[in-house]
T-cell receptor
């Protein structure tokens, strides 16, 4: 059983459109991460979210990105106005006390 | 400069052979972790080695850590076709803010030929 579930598994959107990617934890955890992976490239840190606040964010996570926990359970990553270079796999992960991350299966975003 | 860079970038071996992947990093770490990723799937945690540990085993996996050289290696013994995947090292570091972050390398693509 996955630790986190991500939806959608694949989204195709037009450049300039808003996209919302969702992460649903199996249980109520406080510490989440978003990473992205451009096809065939490294896994890049975007943002960490602890107790309903952004904990850390990378230089990639600019004003076009935002994260929320709108209902205290689901965890969303929003891209306000997508660019071609936003095409990537986006992974949500939760952290265990041991420091290990448990990743979802990812959401593939294709920007046309 | 990048934290956690693996080499080789790609490795092709025959089933039954051992596969060794290396990871180098630049800053002090709390721990180092190895993950596996099947094509198009999420990353799966394999093993964690703390900064005060030198070697760790888990099944057919053996991880070493040399903090003086800022390097780690992942050895997969008696490889199987099902081991075909990308393998990433990830360094758990403490940032200037005092918070911790997990930074991934670019990965090694392992192909095990049956």
């Amino acid at each position: 059983e996955p630790e986190v579930t991500q939806t959608p598994s694949h989204q195709v959107t037009q450049m300039g459109q808003e996209v919302i990617l969702r992460c649903v934890p199996i249980s109520n955890h406080l510490y989440f991460y978003w990473y992205r992976q451009i096809l065939g490239q490294k896994v890049e840190f975007l943002v960490s979210f602890y107790n309903n606040e952004i904990s850390e964010k990378s230089e990639i996570f600019d004003d076009q990105f935002s994260v929320e926990r709108p209902d205290g359970s689901n965890f969303t990553l929003k891209i306000r106005s997508t660019k071609l270079e936003d095409s990537a796999m986006y992974f949500c992960a939760r952290k265990r006390d041991t420091g290990r991350l448990f990743f979802g299966e990812g959401s593939r975003l294709t920007v046309l | 400069s990048q934290q956690g860079e693996e080499d080789p970038q790609a490795l092709s071996i025959q089933e039954g052979e051992n596969a060794t992947m290396n990871c180098s990093y630049k800053t002090s770490i709390n721990n180092l972790q190895w993950y596996r990723q099947n094509s198009g799937r999420g990353l799966v945690h394999l093993i964690l080695i703390r900064s005060n540990e030198r070697e760790k085993h888990s099944g057919r996996l053996r991880v070493t850590l040399d903090t003086s050289k800022k390097s780690s290696s992942l050895l997969i013994t008696a490889s199987r076709a099902a081991d075909t995947a990308s393998y990433f090292c990830a360094t758990d570091i403490t940032m200037d803010t005092g918070r911790r972050a997990l930074t991934f390398g670019s990965g090694t693509r392992l192909q095990v030929q049956p």
